[in-house]
Each structure stands twice: as C-alpha cells, then as structure tokens.
C-alpha cells in the first residue's frame, strides 16, 4: 500500500458508512429487556416545589427522582463547577429543570404516565434577562452576597482609563448585544446506561466522554472506573454536547442503580429545541477614547447570561474577555467580565466558546466609531493591527508573525472590496463588509498542563496501529485528520491505521473534544507517539503512549490572568457583499470571501467543509437565528419556527487558506473548528449597514429588525 502524505486529498474515512446509514447512532441502538425514560420537568422558571403527585404506577413502572440518590451520594453533577443538581428538590431554577425521569418498557405508556405527573409549585418572579439579572429582580439568587453575579474576571494594560478618559477628545461610548444560539446538531440529546460486569455503561452522543465519568460517579459516590462510556456514532454537536450528556447520563445513573435493566432516552426535537443548552447572550458596553483621530484606549464591560447554573460559563467568559480586544492593539486597555445568573436554561459551550459575541461587538464598535469620525471602516481598524510582539490584553506577548496584512490583501483584490465600498453609497440597497478575527487555540491559560493532563496512546499489531485516545468525532473530521496524521509520520498508508470511537475502559484520556484543541494539541500527541514508534517499528507488536509537554516561553498566572492566555492564534478575515430589498427588507446575499491562517492544513477537504459550515453558522447567527424568550421559556419549538440557513441560503464563495506553521502542532497545523464562525456575522452586519445607511447595535438583524431600523433613518 502506498504511504500516505499530508498534502493527498482523500474521502473522509467515515463518508461511506454515513453515505450507507450504517453508521449506528444511540437511537439504532436495541438492547435486551430495554427500558425507556422520559424526563419530568420543570413548568416555571422559578419556585418552590410544594408536592409532586405521582398516580399508582403500574409493575415495572418507576419514577425516579433525588429521593433515589444513595445517602452517600450527592445530588451534583461536576461540570468545571458543581452546581447543577442532577434533580430538582424542593425548589427549581429553570423552565425544564429536571425533576424526576418515568422509567418503564412501553413508551406510549410513560408518555401517559408522564402527563398524569402533576407538581404544585409556590411561583416566584424570575429574572430573565441579563438586566434582570443585574437588577436581581425576584430577588438575589445568591442571597448571601445579595448578588445574581456568578463570576468574574477583568484584565488591564497601560494607564488607567480614568486618565485616558480624561484626556480624550471624546468617548465614544456604545452597548452591543448577542442573542443565544441553538445548536441544531442534527442528531439530537440521547444516552443509553447498562450494567455489565458490575459497572454502569453509558452508550452516549458525546464530545467528551471522560467528563461524563467525573460528572456523575459523585451521585453515588462511586470511583470514576466504575463507569465506562462508549461514543456512539454523534451527529454533530458544536459545544452542545460538550456538558449536557451529563444531565441526561446523571439521571440515567441513579435510574440504573435502582433497575439495573437497559435505559433508553432520546430527546425528541421539540425536547432538544427548549430543553438543552444554548449560547451565552451577551451585553457588552464599549467605551473608545479618541484623541487626534486615534484611539488612546478601550473599556470593556462584558456581561454573558449564564442562566441558572454557572456550569462552564466561567472559563467561556474568560475567552469572551480575553478575546474583547479583537485582533486589535490598544495602548491602555481596561475589560471586565461578569457572568449573570438568571432563570433560563443554562448556558454552555457553543462553536467559538465565548469569543464570538466578544469579536461582533468589538468590530462592530470599531466600525461605528470609524463612521462617527468619517473615515473608511477598514482603513480606521488597520491601523492598529497586532502583530509580533505586541503586548495582549492579558500582558502576555504575540509570539508569532501575523500574516493579516497578507491576507486582507487577497480578500480585498478577490472582492474587489475598496472599488464596491467606493461605489456602493450608503443606502443605495448593496453594501459591502468586512471583519477581522481570531481565535486562541487550545484552553485558556494553564488549563492544558494543570488540569486536561492529555495522554495519547498507538497500539502496533503486526503492520496496523490502533489510536487509543478519548478524543472524539462529531462530523468534523477529525477521524480522518488523526489517521492522517498517524499515517504520514510513519510513513504507511491511512488503511493500516484504525481509531475506533472512544470507549474509556480502552482508551486514555486526551481531554476534551473542544476549545480547538483536537488537531492541535491531540494531533501533535499523536505525531509524537508516532514518531516514537516510527523507530522501533521492526520490534514486532508494542505500544507507545506520550503526554501533554507544555512548551516553554508561555508563562501563566491564573490567579491574576496574567501571561500568555494562549499558545497560539489563529486568524481570520471575512468579507460579505449584499443586497437588501426596500420593499421587503429581504436580505440577500451576494458573496463571501474569507481567508483563515491555520498554522497548516492537515486535510484540505476538510478545511473547506469547516469553513463552508462555519460561515453559514456565523451568517445565521448575524441574520435569522432568533430564540425569543418568554417567562423564562423558549418560544421557539422546532425547526419550523426556529429558522437557520439553508443551501439555497448558501452564497457564492471565496476561500483563501493562509499558511504559517505553528512550531508546536502536527506539521505546523493549528486549531480552527471555531475561528471559522467568529467573523461572517460581524461583516454581514456591516454590510446591512453600509446598504442601509442605517446602525445596529444587536443581533440577528431579520425583516422585521430592518423595517424598525428604516424608520430611524432619514
């Protein structure tokens, strides 16, 4: 067989069993005696719970609650924090709060067993919003420091701002807000718990099947090694099913300890649609001192609603902090975070991991000062591009060449960006854009050496090698990627190289399937290992396993978020022409062209899948996506009402991959699952703008937000 190289195009490795529906999905999946649950949830956003009433159940019917929690167990689920209850008692939180789980073997039975569930509640006034929150409107949901704030963080360069302030010919002062976000991962939220051997088994669609065996082992205070997790085939995900399998799987575990049969749970799209998590809204208050026409410095006052668990809210606000700058070097900075409890479902992680509402709102602003002060948008925010060197706004340092400048070079010629922006008046129906992006790769700070701890393991067996790692696919690609990598730095072809979705009594831990480490902290495991075994290939069979090796030259102090928060960037440019229908107020567009710098592409197939798909992803999020909320609960219910893009949405584009190997990933390749959302949105809107004539300062912006805006505009 011929070796294969970095550069080959080839299939996907999973295309043909997808393309067959052979691939086995938790809901294909049928066990012996299977049992099936539906949860029981919350009605209001906030309460006390009086009484539950549960009718005579018949034999083999069972509702399973916090009651059925062993004594020794605690009713946690360990998600970075531990606040989220696997059941709700005594009082609930959240529209959709579990409560129990109806367990039996007929599902038409537990769907009317579930209906004659009724629960009395003393109602209380929720807080909704992230003002709701500020204002602790109900009261505080933390009384003991009369206070809904869940966490938070700033960071600081140069002088004080009140002395910038002071100085400044003008603050220029805006508030921009990002609404939530549904996943839409095609396969919805499902799990199924066993027992085998005297442990409890969990078939799950996952990201991220070690965090579910340290989530949940606390409810009945259980060693991790007692529960095993099996990826199942998973139909996307995008940060969705990073956190949230545990909730499903937590409750399935005190289930099967008490019916120790097969347990089935598949949410329907409805269930998936209102009952899961979203991304984290945002309010971010922008204030710019100019002086001189230039910017002396920037504040940043950046609120996320978290809901009503903290969960990982946490680390996802200090991306969205540390990320407030944009690709911008300012020389006095001042950016806090703070993440509000509400009573809303919580938020989670979702493609881009915090940094996309920081990005939209930062170049958003920049754009809108630039046209207060009466210059080009482009030219204004060129001027103060990072480049090597530069301070961050965590004073850590660029450690790498930012090729930007080259890269906004090819999208403007490809565009024909500053001819259009010339042409097109503003108002005259077509408008162009453009934003500038980044994206820190792998966890923020010192998360990869202090907590993740990655491990990655090659097991030879004649002239095949087994990649033995927990990192999982979910559409990405990333099966393909890895035995690519494998492959090409021992020199054999991708057929002799198997990567088995995950089973975590058979695999090591490599950390989570998130914040755009897989390829690039992962992959650089298995290039290492690799490389290992490369060299003793003649031995016969053995195995090698590495683990995570921090590079020098990145100092972090995660007391004072001070260093280097990540170890390295990717970047991005984005640009989108439209045409928008007075009559209408339909937005059309005409055309996309983006550049990515990735370090190294890996899969060049995969790369242009990544990108197509995160452009319409960011394009939905800045045009159409709306979740509109209601005492606490979603209006939106399905894909009906809940509108993404489609393909006839799909413009014309350009792509532009932009070479600049980075030292310490697999063949210079870095992370860019995410960065590929973090700018369309922003460019979208500047090109509704420059078309309108008009400003807006929230997203999505749909014929309706348009038709209000054209009223302002005279």
């Known amino acids: 067989m011929q070796a294969t190289k970095i550069g080959d195009r080839i299939v996907r490795v999973d295309a043909v069993q997808k393309a067959r529906g052979e691939a086995v999905y938790v809901c294909d999946m049928t066990l012996p005696d299977m049992q099936y649950a539906y949860m029981v949830r919350s009605t209001i956003a906030r309460g006390r719970i009086k009484a539950i009433h549960v009718p005579e159940l018949p034999e083999g019917y069972y509702f399973i609650s916090a009651k059925d929690i062993p004594a020794q167990g605690k009713n946690e689920l360990w998600m970075i924090a531990k606040d989220w209850r696997c059941f709700a008692e005594d009082y609930v939180l959240y529209v959709g709060e579990t409560i129990g789980l109806v367990v039996g073997p007929d599902r038409s039975v537990l769907k009317r067993l579930k209906a004659q569930i009724k629960i009395d509640y003393e109602e209380q006034t929720p807080a909704v919003t992230i003002d709701d929150g500020i204002h602790c409107v109900g009261g505080p949901m933390f009384p003991e420091k009369n206070s809904n704030v869940m966490c938070e963080l700033f960071c600081e360069k140069g002088r004080p701002m009140d002395e910038v302030f002071a100085e400044a ?22 799990a199924i718990a066993d027992m085998e051997d005297g442990k409890f088994v969990f078939y799950a669609s996952a990201q991220c099947p070690f965090y579910i065996r340290k989530s949940i082992a606390g409810l009945l205070d259980i060693p991790y090694d007692d529960i095993i997790v099996r990826q199942c085939t998973t139909g996307g995900a995008f940060g969705g099913k990073e956190h949230f399998p545990d909730v499903l799987c937590g409750a399935l575990l005190v289930a099967e300890n008490k019916i120790r049969k097969p347990i089935k749970m598949v949410f329907d799209r409805e269930e998936d649609t209102q009952f899961s998590v979203k991304r984290h809204p945002s309010k971010c208050i922008y204030k710019t001192a100019v002086k001189d026409g230039k910017i002396t410095g920037v504040y940043g006052h950046i609120y996320y609603n978290c809901g009503a668990y903290l969960s990982s809210s946490y680390v996802v606000l200090q991306r969205g902090v540390f990320h407030g700058n944009g690709v911008y070097t300012f020389d006095n900075t001042y950016l806090k975070g703070e993440g509000i409890g509400t009573n809303m479902f919580p938020s989670c992680a979702f493609r881009g991991f915090g940094a996309p509402q920081t990005l939209f709102a930062i170049e958003t602003h920049l754009d809108h000062l630039a046209h207060h002060l009466g210059v080009d948008p482009l030219a204004f925010k060129m001027q103060y591009l990072a480049k090597k060197g530069d301070e961050t706004t965590t004073n850590g340092h660029i450690i790498e060449e ?13 565009s024909d960006y500053w001819r259009k922006a010339k042409e097109y008046k503003p108002g005259c129906g077509r408008g162009i854009g453009i934003a500038m992006y980044n994206h820190g790769g792998a966890f923020t700070g010192n998360g990869e050496q202090a907590i993740i701890k990655a491990h990655a393991r090659l097991v030879k067996t004649g002239d095949r ?10 559409g990405q690609g990333f099966k393909t990627s890895l035995r690519k990598i494998c492959a090409a730095t021992l020199g054999v072809s991708i057929d002799q190289i198997e990567y088995l979705d995950p089973d975590t009594s058979k695999v090591v831990d490599s950390g989570p399937t998130a914040a755009s480490r897989s390829t690039m902290v992962v992959g650089r495991l298995v290039e290492r290992a690799a490389q290992e075994m490369k060299v003793r290939w003649d031995e ?8 995570y090796e921090h590079p020098d030259g990145y100092p972090w102090d ?28 339909e937005v059309k567009t005409l055309g996309v062209w983006s550049s990515h710098e990735i370090g190294k592409a890996i899969d060049e197939l995969i790369v242009h899948g990544q990108i197509n798909g995160g452009i319409l992803q960011s394009l939905g999020y800045g045009s159409m996506e709306k979740l509109e909320v209601k005492g606490g609960r979603f209006k939106q219910k399905s894909m009906s009402d809940y509108v993404i893009p489609t393909s006839m949405d799909f413009p014309k584009q350009f792509y532009h991959i932009q070479e600049n190997p980075y030292p310490w990933g697999p063949y210079g390749a870095k992370g860019m699952g995410e960065l590929v959302f973090n700018g369309a949105s922003a460019a979208y809107v500047d090109a509704v703008e420059r078309a309108l004539n008009t400003r807006f300062t929230s997203i999505p912006i749909p014929p309706e937000a348009i038709e209000e805006a054209m009223k302002h505009v005279h």
């Not at 016969?540 to 683990?547: I, L």
């Not at 260093?563 to 209408?584: I, Q, R």
Request: proline letters at 2%; charged letters at 25%; hydrophobic letters at 35%.
């Open 169 to 190: 010919d003008e603050v220029f002062e805006e508030t921009i807000e990002t609404p939530y976000q549904e996943h839409v991962h095609l396969e919805t939220n499902s």
């Open 402 to 414: 930012v090729k930007l400048p080259e890269m906004l070079d090819v999208i403007t010629r490809e």
């Open 465 to 474: 090698v087994s990649i033995q790692v927990g990192s999982t696919e979910m």
């Open 540 to 547: 016969g069979d053995f195995t090698t396993e590495v683990e």
């Open 558 to 585: 995660q007391a004072t978020f001070r260093g280097d928060a990540y170890l390295g960037y990717g970047w991005g440019v984005a640009c989108v022409e439209v045409e928008v229908d007075k009559l209408t107020n």
